[in-house]
T-cell receptor
Framework: DAKTTQPNSMESNEEEPVHLPCNHSTISGTDYIHWYRQLPSQGPEYVIH?????VNNRMASLAIAEDRKSSTLILHRATLRDAAVYYC?????WGTGNQFYFGTGTSLTVIP | EAGVVQSPRYKIIEKKQPVAFWCNPI?????LYWYRQNLGQGPELLIRYENEEAVDDSQLPKDRFSAERLKGVDSTLKIQPAELGDSAVYLCASSPKRTSYEQYFGPGTRLTVT
């Protein structure tokens, strides 16, 4: 399975937008891009996913580069509750292979 | 809708002792996953079940780890004997089917081996 590269940590001020980058240069045509986050002492939770087009939901937006080799998770207004580790994951659309390779993720700190 | 339930939440054992973790997935979810998460790392898949069949257990250390999912619902992960390096959080997740885009995770069991 293709792997992803994320910064180890990022900081954001509360109520400001946050752009979390992810590089996936070896992505295949059938790989979906998923984002999960893990709050302290909890299991990971789904945030958003996409294939080629940008996606929006109530939690965040996902911007996917035209060549699909990178993507950005956008939190429009960071709150203290958004402090978590964010994982960018590639997963084959047929659900084959290692289901999710989480990597080490990006630890987001939100500053009041 | 109840989420994924795991027990116990915390477990402390001495090395060479056995330990078991239990998971009750969301009702109707056919796919069940067990992950191990070491401190500062992301979760790593140990085993995946489709109903009662283990379809991906390539990362499960089979010399000491075993798992079962009787009747395709609840699942148990066992370690016997435990080693110091097994200290980690063990996460269970479920999804409606293999191709579902979302996995639902339980809170995990934190194992400490002394």
């Amino acid at each position: 399975d293709a792997k992803t590269t994320q910064p180890n940590s990022m900081e954001s001020n509360e109520e400001e937008p946050v752009h979390l980058p992810c590089n996936h240069s070896t992505i295949s045509g059938t790989d979906y891009i998923h984002w999960y986050r893990q709050l302290p002492s909890q299991g990971p939770e789904y945030v958003i996913h996409g294939l080629t087009s940008n996606v929006n939901n109530r939690m965040a937006s996902l911007a996917i580069a035209e060549d699909r080799k990178s993507s950005t998770l956008i939190l429009h207004r960071a709150t203290l509750r958004d402090a978590a580790v964010y994982y960018c994951i590639l997963r084959d659309r047929w659900g084959t292979g290692n289901q999710f390779y989480f990597g080490t993720g990006t630890s987001l700190t939100v500053i009041p | 809708e109840a989420g994924v339930v795991q027990s116990p939440r915390y477990k402390i054992i001495e090395k060479k002792q056995p330990v078991a973790f239990w998971c009750n997935p969301i009702s109707g979810h056919n796919t069940l996953y067990w992950y191990r998460q070491n401190l500062g790392q992301g979760p790593e898949l140990l085993i995946r079940y489709e109903n009662e069949e283990a379809v991906d257990d390539s990362q499960l250390p089979k010399d000491r780890f075993s798992a079962e999912r009787l009747k395709g619902v609840d699942s148990t992960l066992k370690i016997q004997p435990a080693e110091l390096g097994d200290s980690a959080v063990y996460l269970c997740a479920s999804s409606p089917k293999r191709t579902s885009y979302e996995q639902y995770f339980g809170p995990g069991t934190r194992l400490t081996v002394t």
